[in-house]
């Protein structure tokens, strides 16, 4: 997959951007009694989430939303941190019957590590559930049930690329590889950076290998299964291509010049003021190029990463975080965090996510709807959607991802390793990983 360390490595890499982190733990409001009253005919609830300041004010909008239109049920948030941290809290308080009433977790592997069915409450009864996509249900779900609703949008990893660019060359969307590498050609002859490449920070070089997870699932459907068995690897092929697509780029000479120092906010530099085309990275820069180039943002577009076939290019998507109800919430406590779900995922809610927490892509629920003024890249994600033409990331269907991806994508990317070494080197890395966790057939 890629979380545990590595999911966030590259979900957190766009937030970073725009969020400062706070240091530590903190509770923001009063803490309730436990009961579930607090004032004649006032059910009080808890609410955990992730303490970055960012996030805790998207947070207090939903909630303060929400007591509005609903002033019987008051909620209390409390915070706590992310990574590894806070991974071992949430399953601490859970497996301790300490868990808040309401809690924001990740879906996919990281969700099937909490143990659902017998930790989580089962939601599958919940109206709203008709209206998720299949996608998003597969990755919070087990066999016996349904557990989370989502919040917030998802995002692609992709090419987000220069519109006013492509134009000015005559260039269309690329369908597959060799479109890519042609256009790429074209746009280095005309003097521009054909493919911005940011080593300076480090996890943004992993776009070329994980981006290209659908195209590796149109090819192997079955992958991810025997990727956790043990059975394929990413030394071969379809996997393979990733690390040689990131090979081959950089053999032809179609990275920026200082690809081994320049940062994130250089790429979104290069790529908004057209000094760079094309930037293999996640949608969540839709927020930087918003905050730093408002007069440019619509200028950018995105098209999924190509494979060699064009029948094979599919989109790799990030499916949002997840709203969950432990089992230890119960009676009106319970009912109350159902109505909060509800109402996140209802016409108010929806809206206040849409003003607080702009999307990087479709919303994975046919309730929330893409604001009219969305930034045309977001816009570009949603036929994708609409055909289901897309693929949940990797990271959603094995819990195997090696901490030292970007390091090898690094040196990939810079010619100090070939495609294959890079590849055989992540083998090792995610034995290691796997081994760790346990899994069977790694030993």
């Not at 966030?8 to 240091?23: C, H």
């Not at 394929?232 to 081994?260: C, E, I, R, T, W």
């Not at 977001?378 to 990331?393: E, I, N, R, T, W």
Request: aromatic share 8%; with cysteine.
């Amino acid at each position: 997959m890629f979380p545990s360390r590595a999911r966030r490595a590259l979900r957190a890499g766009a937030v970073l951007a725009v969020a400062a982190l706070t240091a530590s733990a903190c509770s923001v409001g009063s803490i309730g009694s436990g009961s579930d009253s607090s004032g004649s005919g006032t059910t009080t609830i808890t609410y955990l989430t992730g303490n970055d300041q960012t996030n805790v004010a998207f947070q207090t909008a939903l909630i303060d939303g929400f007591m509005k239109a609903n002033p019987d049920i008051k909620i209390n948030l409390e915070t706590q941190p992310g990574g590894t941290e806070g991974d071992n809290l949430t399953k601490t308080k859970l497996s301790t019957g300490e868990m808040d009433d309401v809690f924001n977790y990740n879906d996919g592997s990281l969700f099937q590590a909490l143990n659902p069915d017998n930790t989580l409450t089962p939601l599958g009864d919940q109206p709203w559930v008709s209206q998720l996509t299949d996608q998003f249900k597969a990755t919070v779900s087990t066999s016996k049930g349904l557990y989370g609703a989502p919040l917030g949008s998802s995002q692609a990893g992709a090419v987000l690329y220069n519109k006013k660019v492509y134009s000015q060359l005559g260039l269309s969307v690329p369908k597959d590889w060799a479109t890519l590498m042609s256009n790429s050609e074209k746009i280095k002859a005309a003097g521009k950076t054909a493919i911005i490449q940011t080593y300076g920070t480090d996890w943004t070089a992993q776009l070329f290998v994980l981006g290209d997870y659908g195209n590796v699932a149109a090819q192997q459907p079955d992958f991810a299964t025997l990727y956790t068995e043990n059975k394929v690897h990413y030394s071969d092929q379809p996997a393979l291509q990733g690390f040689l697509n990131q090979q081959n780029a950089h053999q032809a000479g179609l990275f920026n010049k200082n690809y081994a120092s320049a940062t994130y906010d250089d790429g979104i530099k290069m790529l908004a003021t057209g000094m760079g085309a094309q930037y293999p990275m996640l949608t969540g820069a839709v927020s930087a190029l918003q905050a730093n180039y408002p007069d440019d943002v619509n200028d950018i577009g995105v098209f999924p990463l190509p494979a060699q076939k064009a029948s094979d290019t599919k989109l790799t998507v990030w499916q949002p975080n997840a709203l969950y109800i432990p089992k230890t919430t119960t009676g009106a406590k319970l009912d109350a965090a159902k109505k909060f779900v509800a109402w996140v995922n209802g016409t108010e809610g929806c809206a206040v996510q849409s003003e607080k927490s702009p999307p990087s892509g479709p919303y994975v629920i046919s309730s929330c709807k893409l604001p009219s003024d969305a930034p045309t890249l977001v816009k570009d994600l949603q036929p994708y959607f609409d055909s289901k033409d897309f693929v949940s990331a990797l990271e959603f269907s094995s819990p195997i991802k090696g901490p030292s991806l970007p390091n090898i994508t690094v040196q990939v990317g810079s010619g100090i390793s070939t495609a294959a070494q890079g590849a055989k080197l992540y083998d090792e890395d995610v034995k290691k990983q796997a081994q760790q966790l346990g899994l069977p057939g790694w030993s």
